[in-house]
């Protein structure tokens, strides 16, 4: 059996709630969740205030009792720097849920020399943290040894249960302890009251009578706890930062500095079998000022991509001084990520201090090793993609991406080449009154003005009850030019949008043509005016 030892902070709730600086030590105090005290102070213990009691309850027996609501993420936030102090003195550390950790006696007892030792040193350590009533159970199992700390006073903080005593340990707890009410309503209603009467049950009998969730509460009963533990993996330290004394003012300065960081950041995700698909960046500057942007890549990001990252993010908050020597007309000199700076090296608005690279999105590296017979096409497109925007710009190469929308403008985005779109209107939603599919492949960036006309040469138009004037014959350019006949058409197809916003609304009437060359056109009536929006190629 695996010898555990358990380490429980009482009433974590509420030493979080003041070791996040929202109430003080000491306070008549009540976290509160679903409208029941989750966990209460000594306080407001002593007032008669206990846990699973309802609020109004709880505030009639202390009027002055101050009532916090329940933060999940505070509990986690809090404990957190708490289980790092825990991994510096021990290995394999598992956090059950915030205040109760489970670690392996086994490993800490031999190096501190016996497990009252052990569990003396990781009481210590808490206590150098603030924490002054921790207890610790040490037994034959996760679960005695949580009980055996829970049933450690605070004035004997350590309690060991010996090698193969836990049965005898148990049998004297009622069952409520199982951690199961329904179970526990039950076993009373049949007349058992503690774990050593649920023991004494045969194992077929209670796997028949309360099945599998039954038999493993009453392996626990037994001090058959076959639980394995499972030990926080800490998280990797990837954050990389770089500070600059005197500060840097200028861009190729800034980039050529971070090189070295670059390299570390992607050597250290290498020895970890990892990549990184998402990068953020963040300056500080002499002024105090911080600028932080989060970086996307289509596959991973390589040292000198994320040089570039760091030059192009600089370079939008910059205001070129002038041209330096050797920059006019030239292109100017080439930057340490291997792409031009531009006409003129632009200066900082102000000095740059820190520089600070986190890896965001990681992914395993054998998702992204080269097929058997490589990937040149694939490399060589992104080598001179991200060349262009190096010289260009970040913004100088722009992807359609599918966005959703009513229309086929609204329905396409561009974004920089190597990020992913953040769409404001999902694709997945569905969108009322938007055209059915097939979708124009001819979107115009700005619509044409055009004129449709009937068979007498007048203006087409669409009165309230969506009926067309006239059947349309024809369609030219506003400006003057040759009427493209029209062979057939569809529609029209109405478009009431934001109609309680004055100032956004839009009503328009939609109107599929086919002319005499065959080619297929979506035209819009909006006010008085018929536009060409997009084409059928």
Known sequence: MLRALCLWVPDWPVLAVVRDGQAKPGAVLAVVSANRVVACSAAARAQGVRRGMRRREAQSLAPALTVVPHDDDRDHRVFGPLVDALEGLVAGVQVVRPGLVV?????????????????????AALIEDGVTDARIGIADGAFTADLAARDAPADAP?????????????????????DDPELATLLRR???????????????????????????????????????????????????????EPPLDRVDQVAFAVRRLADEVVETLAGHRLVATAIRIGFRDELGGEQERAWLHPRS????????????????????????????GGGGAPGPGGGAMGPGL?????????????????DA?????????????????????????????HEAVLTPQRSGGRTPAERRVLVPWGDR???ARPVDRPWPGALPQPAPATVYPSRHPVTVLDARGEVVTVDERLRLSAPPAGFSPSAGGAVRPIGSWAGPWPLDERWWDPARA??????????????????????TSWWAEAKYD
């Open 103 to 123: 670690i392996g006696a086994r490993g800490p007892s031999r190096y501190y020399g016996g497990e009252r030792a052990a569990a003396l040193a990781l009481r």
């Open 158 to 178: 350590v309690r060991i249960v010996p090698a193969g005593a836990s049965a005898a340990f148990l049998a004297a707890h009622p069952v409520t302890v199982l």
């Open 190 to 244: 049949l007349g058992i009251r503690t774990l050593g009467e649920f023991a004494a049950l045969p194992d077929e009998a209670v796997r028949a009578r309360f099945g599998e969730r039954g038999a493993h509460r009453h392996a626990l009963a037994s001090a058959h706890d076959a639980s394995l533990l499972v030990p926080r993996i800490p998280p990797l330290d990837l954050e990389r930062v770089i500070e600059f």
């Open 301 to 328: 990001f390589r040292p000198s991509e994320i040089v570039d990252r760091v030059r192009w993010q600089l370079s939008g908050a910059t205001r070129v001084l002038g041209a330096r020597p050797g920059g006019a």
């Open 346 to 362: 632009p200066d900082l608005r102000a000095p740059i201090t820190r520089v600070r690279i986190v890896p965001e999105s990681l």
């Open 365 to 393: 590296l054998a998702h992204h090793e080269p097929g058997l017979w490589g990937s040149g096409p694939d490399e060589r497109v992104h080598h001179a993609l991200s060349r262009v925007q190096s010289l260009l710009g």
């Open 421 to 423: 779109a953040v769409l």
């Open 506 to 527: 839009r009503r328009a009437h939609r109107l599929q043509v086919v002319d005499a060359a065959g080619i297929a056109w979506l035209l819009v009536l909006e006010g």
